[in-house]
């Protein structure tokens, strides 16, 4: 099985052959001369001012939510699809796969016409 | 030989990232060994077989998952008083020993564990063709059920994260 | 085989049609007019209550549907139809509540989630079904008991219930790991088959104790019973009312069907197991009853010790007589109304005094003399005296102890612990008759009377006659006989 991962295990090596080369060549090549300003964090040019820890609100917390919650739909679907010829073939009614997930889609649209609906999908209110 | 350096090193890395997790005190530093460890043990069900779990735990546990995990830990606005008090609850007498004998437990699973003998570790490799046929088959039940769970999740989360304005009224007794 | 019956799915279509109906209204509909959707509630759940009961046939064996992964048969169904009585008279005790805090639908639509999670556990016969179940009774559990956010006791309750039930979740189904890596397969009959086959493994007793923690936990069985005081005392009293008995039953229903499914080559190992954990979870719910002034709490005590009478039952299953199912199931119906019209009543009661204290209660008898006499039956039933249906319940499981033959002991150690409990129940009937007389229960919601009336007729009624009941759980704990 290892060998039809083959490219990917090729691709990972590279990647971070890559990666790590470009780093300890600079490391190599470049002069050393730290001070203040060059040690501070990089902040878009801006003067990074206070601690990085802020606090959020709890709207983004329920937008991540209704995203998770798609995510795995996203997921159930995959493999739904892939499979979705053989089980149609299989079922004496074409439809049964269909409407197993129609069901399960509709149920999590339900959720999400709730966070629309609640407000929680507007960003100011 | 080399599966099996694979599966010690993705074992080895799964581990101490998740004692690193539980350990710091920082929780957002705790949150990225926690990243680390699902990755590691998303390497262990590929070694496995299984490579669509693989992706799933990558996608879903390691991506989503604690994206939520990264927010809550933001939205709670824990700052240094917050490792202060984690530095005060982890102090070495309060871990010392439910840690002896949690290890008392892991040695007697580990035993138990040994003299059931060995089984071989998974069926083949199982595509994604296989995991739909058995969602979409078998388990349909639990696929449906699963969709119930995400939306009594969602709305149970709008309950706990609503405003304060629009929530529930005062009153000392519940009765 | 695929799907071949969806009639036999007529309850659960119901119930999730009816939860999802309800989450919709509650956003369209303007707020004025919500007080609707407890009436939906309660007539959809009368319908699924309907639907299940249609469902009865004793004659008939159990009903493998989707691959085998559920199954309809009469315990299946007196589950069913007794989760629909659980989650109609909850709604009743908790319009009041809602009105209170301003009703908000997504307390309706979650109560019938989580409905709909023990229904499904009822006929659940598979590993992932099992948890998914679970999972959606939990999940949802932890939210309601913190319904109350600005209570800072109702949070304190949902965070509690949450660690202590995510870990014993997380115990579970490590346990159903193991179990799936030793039968290769997640349907129970498998399961037990092929554990049978086999000699008893190690890892198999280990998988058995580790379902067993988790099961434990749900059903607040000692030693893991530490969470259930704090829980029922912060969550708002309807939701503990629910808590004490439908999340309860739908873990005792997993205990028996896991236990007789698939670890009947187990049975010697589990039932020393469970016939110790029912003793001491009977001593530590009685005997730290004694000393509560909350009567929430006091009622959590007792729950736990009405778990540990409940074991005893599930004890006596293992054995041939096949005594012990029946009267678990008429336990849980008696300990239904009787919990919950207690429940009610402390309702009304902290409704007029404010408190939830023992002391409430104080001289009820004069200033309410119905609601005293009521509860004073009820107390009777929980401690087990004729006439109530609790007698009658302790009668079956203590003769089904008996019958059993080796168990005979824990009726024994039952009826000491009745003896026990005696003494806190009668605490507050004495407060109600001797006590400080104190004004009368002026308020009276209409749903919180029904309860107290379904409670007080059907807790006679099981005392009184209590064969039509009895006759119908022995048909439902048939397929088990004979094992």
């Known amino acids: ?125 | 030989m080399l599966n099996n350096f694979c599966f010690w090193f993705a074992a080895l890395v799964a581990l101490g990232a998740s004692v690193l997790a539980v350990s710091r005190r920082n929780a957002v530093h705790g949150l990225l060994w926690l990243v680390l460890s699902l990755l590691a043990v998303a390497v262990l069900f590929f070694m496995l077989g299984a490579p669509f779990a693989a992706a799933l735990e990558v996608i879903v546990y390691a991506g989503a998952i604690m994206v939520l995990f990264l927010f809550a830990v933001m939205m709670l606005h824990l700052g240094p008083a917050a490792q202060r008090q984690e530095a005060q609850w982890l102090a070495p007498g309060v871990w010392i020993a439910p840690g002896l004998l949690a290890l008392g437990l892991a040695a007697d699973l580990i035993a138990i564990a040994r003299l059931a003998g060995d089984a071989p570790a998974g069926a083949g490799i199982i595509p994604p063709e296989a995991v739909g046929a058995a969602l979409f088959g078998p388990y349909v039940i639990g696929v449906e059920l699963a969709s119930v769970l995400l939306l009594a999740g969602v709305v149970a989360a709008y309950h706990l994260g609503q405003r304060r304005d629009r929530s529930l009224g005062e009153g000392a007794g519940s009765g | 085989m695929p799907v071949t019956n969806l009639q036999l799915f007529l309850p659960e279509l119901l119930l999730t049609g009816l939860a999802l109906a309800v989450l919709l209204l509650d956003l369209w509909l303007p707020r004025a007019r919500r007080s609707v959707l407890p009436v939906l509630s309660v007539i959809g759940l009368l319908l699924v209550g309907l639907a299940a009961a249609s469902l009865w046939d004793p004659q008939r064996g159990p009903v493998y549907d989707f691959w085998n992964s559920y199954v309809t048969d009469n315990f299946a169904i007196f589950l069913k139809v007794f989760f629909a009585a659980v989650g109609g008279l909850v709604v009743l005790l908790s319009t009041d509540f809602l009105r209170d805090v301003r009703a908000y639908g997504e307390y309706w639509s979650l109560l019938l989630f989580v409905l709909l999670g023990m229904v499904l556990l009822a006929g659940a016969n598979d590993l992932i079904t099992i948890y998914l179940a679970f999972e959606l009774v939990s999940l949802v559990s932890y939210v309601l008991a913190g319904y109350r956010r600005e209570d800072p006791k109702s949070n304190e309750a949902a965070l509690k219930y949450f660690l202590y039930g995510a870990s014993a979740s997380g115990v579970m189904i490590y346990g159903m790991s193991l179990l799936y890596g030793l039968g290769g397969s997640t349907n129970l009959q498998v399961l037990g088959e092929r554990l049978a086959s086999g000699e008893v493994t190690p890892l198999g007793a280990l998988a058995l104790m580790l379902v067993l923690t988790g099961l434990g936990y749900k059903v607040a069985m000692a030693p893991f019973q530490a969470w259930c005081p704090d829980v029922y005392e912060g969550a708002p009293t309807p939701v503990t009312a629910f808590l004490s008995v439908g999340p309860k039953a739908a873990g005792f229903a997993v205990l028996i069907r896991f236990a007789l499914s698939v670890f009947p080559s187990l049975l010697p190992q589990w039932q020393v197991v469970v016939a110790i954990l029912a003793t001491l979870t009977m001593f530590v719910g009685n005997l730290l009853a004694i000393r509560q002034q909350n009567l929430k709490r006091l009622l959590a005590y007792s729950s736990i010790a009405h778990a540990g009478y409940l074991l005893i039952g599930v004890v006596a299953a293992g054995s041939q007589a096949g005594w012990g199912l029946p009267a678990v199931l008429f336990y849980l119906v008696a300990y239904l109304l009787m919990n919950l019209g207690a429940f009610a009543l402390l309702l009304l009661v902290a409704r007029t005094r404010g408190t939830e204290e023992i002391s409430g209660f104080s001289g009820l008898a004069q200033g309410a003399p119905f609601a005293a006499a009521t509860m004073l039956i009820l107390l009777l039933s929980l401690t087990g005296i004729p006439p109530t249906g609790g007698f009658v319940g302790k009668f079956y499981l203590f003769a089904a102890a008996i019958e059993s033959g080796t168990w005979w002991w824990l009726a024994l150690v039952g009826i000491i612990n009745s003896a026990i409990s005696l003494y806190y129940y009668m605490n507050i009937a004495r407060l109600m008759y001797f006590g400080q007389p104190a004004p009368e229960l002026v308020k009276r919601p209409a749903g919180l009377s029904v309860v107290v009336w379904v409670a007080l007729i059907g807790t006679l009624g099981l005392g009184l006659v209590p064969e039509p009941l009895m006759a119908l759980a022995r048909q439902a704990g048939m397929l088990f006989v004979g094992r």
């Open chain 1, 1 to 125: 099985m290892a060998l039809e991962y083959g490219p990917v295990a090729v691709l990972l090596t590279f990647g971070v052959a890559l990666g790590v080369a470009a780093m300890v060549t600079a490391w190599l090549l470049r002069p050393s001369d730290p001070y203040a300003a060059k040690q501070a964090v990089y902040e878009c040019g801006m003067e990074p001012i206070g601690p990085a820890w802020s606090q959020f609100y709890a709207r983004y917390y329920l937008i991540a939510l209704v995203f998770v919650v798609f995510d795995v739909e996203a997921i159930f679907l995959f493999p739904w699809a892939a499979v979705f010829k053989q089980l149609s073939a299989a079922t004496a009614m074409g439809a049964v796969p269909l409407v197993e997930v129609a069901v399960f889609i509709v149920i999590l649209l339900i959720g999400l016409a709730y966070a629309w609906r609640k407000g929680d999908l507007e960003w100011t209110r």
